[in-house]
């Protein structure tokens, strides 16, 4: 029998916390009192999460008013939008021009898992599996300075404030991947540009 642990109570609660800012169902000051009855655990695990999710970037602390989700104002948004555009244009460069056997298999597999959760209607793994997605072509660009950039200053930003509906999403999904296996590069180009720009502040 595993033996139940501080940290593994800790690493569920912050699983949970993420789904739950990803899904949008926490949008707005997290209630840590109230976190902690719904999941049945104590308030330590729930600011181990929380400073977690801090160093993350996903929540905020203000000073007497506690832990809320990041918020990014119309402005950054638009900047943020512009940064990401250029980087996955250029991710996309570089994986077709050096796309495998395994990045074939990677993307038809991401795929897959998109339509499971689509089909199950949990937003919170599907906005979780966007990230991994977007963040494996960033990868290709086996730059560790972009990766970086892309991790801590676009990407966490996005997924607190931004969103697609998944019907859009999971299409504009397909698409891309289609796109890269064909080695069209100007029509993956147009699907990242409709993808980001379908992106609304909310």
């Known amino acids: 029998m595993e033996k139940i642990?501080?940290?593994?109570v800790s690493t569920r609660v912050y699983k949970s916390l993420?789904?739950?800012i990803l899904a949008k169902e926490i949008n707005g000051k997290i209630n840590q009192e109230e976190v902690a009855k719904n999941l049945g655990v104590s308030?330590?695990?729930?600011m181990y999460a929380l400073n977690r999710l801090h160093a993350?970037?996903?929540?905020?602390?203000l000073p007497y008013k506690g832990y809320f989700v990041r918020k990014y104002d119309a402005k950054e948004f638009s900047e943020i939008l512009e940064a990401r555009?250029?980087?996955e244009s250029y991710g996309v460069e570089k994986?077709?021009?050096n796309l495998s056997e395994k990045d074939i298999r990677v993307l038809q597999n991401f795929i897959k898992r998109f339509k499971k959760y689509y089909e199950k209607n949990d937003i919170g793994k599907y906005r979780g599996l966007d990230i991994s997605f977007h963040n494996y072509i960033i990868n290709k660009t086996n730059n560790?300075?972009?990766i970086k950039e892309y991790k801590d200053y676009i990407m966490i930003p996005i997924v607190s404030s931004g969103f697609i509906p998944p019907e859009i999403s999971i299409k504009q999904h397909e698409n891309l991947v289609e796109s890269i296996i064909s080695k069209d590069l100007k029509k993956s180009k147009e699907i990242i540009g409709e993808h980001i720009k379908s992106l609304v502040l909310r």
Do not use: H, Q
């Open 144 to 146: 560790r300075y972009i």
């Open 18 to 20: 993420k789904n739950f």
């Open 95 to 97: 994986i077709i021009k």
């Open 43 to 46: 308030r330590t695990p729930v």
């Open 85 to 87: 555009l250029l980087f």
């Open 5 to 8: 642990t501080l940290d593994s």
């Open 56 to 61: 993350e970037g996903f929540v905020e602390l």
